[in-house]
């Protein structure tokens, strides 16, 4: 019998991680921004790291103070441009004011989640509405802006952050087309692209994404695509070489020069599946989910981070949010207050309170001595003469007795024994 999860360490935990982006929020009036980069040590704010981040607070339900500061900072940074386009989505550092995917969905995805279209200070989400229907590629997907290849990260961030919108806009329907058209023929999951092999990461992002269309319509694709999930997770492996990281290239125009940056986007499969899978799974939760989720809350550092792999020194966003995902969800779906997991032969779960007088392992315990205590009374004599007999042969064999006096020896538990005999009859 194994204690796999405590509610109250779960809870310990994202605690700690909410402590830590309160800690690296950064602001500057004069220049006016306020958020956080992707490396959380770093002072100058980022768009995409700056939404992550506000999304991190949603999901731990923790009101964060200076959210209509990252609010403004994210409008102040929206492209506006006649060219429609460009006008209505945001860039990330190193694309300057070229909006890109990766970032105009997770901040189109948080502005809705926290209610700010409600807020004319925040970012014009119309505008983003369109700009994301007119980055749409003609094959449904989306790559990182219109004309760039389709891939399975940046279609989900397509078809989520019109989930948030419209969820019954043609576009989101011809996304969501997209992803089920290019699910592998020979398993149900997704790769980094249509020719690209499967991995947990993209079959994950793809499932949070059919599950944004209304309806039934997709219950047997993501039914299998979770079986799937499921036989494929390691609750050991944080990371899969497949994907580890998303790299590909960006061409993108500045002042009328062509410019090129190198998109490298690290990702953590096992806990966005994990996310995945509590989310949108409806039977029994399997034991290694929760041994993933032990895992995921022995590995946090101190500061409440996750070791980023490729700069191990250095604290970032995209080492916090899959894991905060993760234990906030296991949090609101599968460990009640004040409960406890334990696991039972890998085969049997069973919750209980947490420090119970009446918890399964004292029950067990005392269980256990009592059966012991009540075979002695039974058995005694044979108890006492199986030691003598033993005892004895070795001692002989060694020569701290002769055959003799072993044999004088036995004379007492015989008694013991035959007088056991008499009181049962």
């Known amino acids: 019998m194994q204690t796999l999860l405590k509610e109250s360490e779960i809870k310990t935990a994202i605690e700690r991680t909410m402590s830590l982006l309160r800690q690296t929020y950064h602001s500057d009036p004069h220049e006016k921004c306020a958020g956080w980069y992707h490396y959380l040590d770093d002072m100058k704010p980022g768009v995409t790291a700056s939404a992550v981040a506000l999304y991190c607070f949603h999901m731990?339900?923790?009101?964060?103070?200076?959210?209509?500061?990252?609010?403004?900072?994210?409008?102040?940074?929206?492209?506006?441009?006649?060219n429609e386009e460009v006008s209505g989505g945001w860039p990330v550092r190193n694309t300057i004011d070229f909006p890109i995917m990766e970032?105009?969905?997770?901040?189109?995805?948080?502005?809705?989640?926290?209610?700010?279209?409600?807020?004319?200070?925040?970012?014009?989400?119309?505008?983003?509405?369109n700009w994301i229907k007119n980055n749409?590629?003609?094959?449904?997907?989306?790559?990182?802006?219109?004309?760039?290849?389709?891939?399975?990260?940046?279609?989900?961030?397509?078809?989520?952050?019109?989930?948030?919108?419209?969820?019954?806009?043609?576009?989101?329907?011809?996304?969501?087309?997209?992803?089920?058209r290019h699910q592998r023929q020979d398993v149900p999951a997704w790769g980094p692209t249509p020719e690209s092999s499967p991995t947990l990461l993209h079959t994950s992002w793809a499932l949070l994404a059919l599950n944004e269309q209304p309806g039934n319509t997709n219950k047997k694709i993501i039914n299998d695509?979770?079986?799937?999930?499921?036989?494929?997770?390691?609750?050991?492996?944080?990371?899969?070489?497949?994907?580890?990281a998303e790299d590909y290239i960006l061409n993108f125009k500045y002042l009328e020069k062509e410019l090129e940056f190198q998109c490298s986007l690290p990702h953590f499969a096992l806990p966005i599946s994990v996310y995945t899978y509590l989310k949108l799974s409806k039977g029994p939760i399997p034991i290694k989910i929760y041994h993933a989720l032990?895992?995921?809350?022995?590995?946090?550092?101190?500061?409440?981070?996750?070791?980023?792999?490729?700069?191990?020194?250095?604290?970032?966003?995209?080492?916090?949010?899959?894991?905060?995902?993760?234990?906030?969800?296991?949090?609101?779906i599968s460990i009640k207050p004040n409960m406890e997991?334990?696991?039972?032969?890998?085969?049997?779960?069973?919750?209980?309170?947490?420090?119970?007088?009446?918890?399964?392992?004292?029950?067990?315990?005392?269980?256990?001595?009592?059966?012991?205590?009540?075979?002695?009374?039974?058995?005694?004599?044979?108890?006492?003469?199986?030691?003598?007999?033993?005892?004895?042969?070795?001692?002989?064999?060694?020569?701290?007795?002769?055959?003799?006096?072993?044999?004088?020896?036995?004379?007492?538990?015989?008694?013991?024994?035959?007088?056991?005999?008499?009181?049962?009859?």
């Open 60 to 82: 731990a339900k923790d009101h964060f103070e200076r959210t209509e500061d990252v609010l403004r900072y994210l409008r102040d940074k929206q492209i506006i441009s006649p």
């Open 294 to 332: 032990q895992n995921i809350l022995s590995s946090q550092n101190e500061n409440g981070s996750w070791e980023l792999p490729r700069s191990p020194a250095r604290p970032s966003i995209w080492a916090v949010w899959p894991f905060l995902a993760a234990l906030t969800q296991a949090l609101s």
């Open 136 to 180: 749409q590629n003609v094959d449904g997907g989306w790559g990182a802006y219109k004309g760039h290849p389709s891939r399975t990260f940046t279609t989900v961030h397509g078809v989520m952050s019109l989930g948030q919108i419209n969820r019954y806009s043609d576009e989101l329907s011809l996304g969501i087309d997209w992803l089920i």
């Open 225 to 244: 695509s979770l079986n799937w999930l499921e036989e494929n997770l390691n609750p050991d492996a944080f990371t899969e070489v497949e994907s580890q």
């Open 341 to 425: 997991v334990l696991c039972f032969n890998n085969d049997i779960t069973v919750y209980q309170p947490e420090n119970t007088k009446y918890s399964i392992q004292k029950i067990i315990f005392s269980s256990t001595l009592t059966s012991i205590s009540h075979f002695f009374k039974k058995n005694y004599a044979w108890i006492i003469l199986m030691v003598f007999t033993i005892g004895g042969f070795f001692s002989v064999k060694k020569g701290f007795l002769n055959t003799k006096e072993f044999l004088l020896s036995l004379i007492v538990p015989i008694i013991l024994l035959i007088l056991s005999f008499v009181k049962k009859k």
């Open 103 to 129: 970032a105009t969905g997770w901040v189109i995805m948080i502005s809705y989640l926290i209610g700010a279209n409600m807020n004319s200070r925040a970012p014009n989400l119309e505008m983003a509405y």
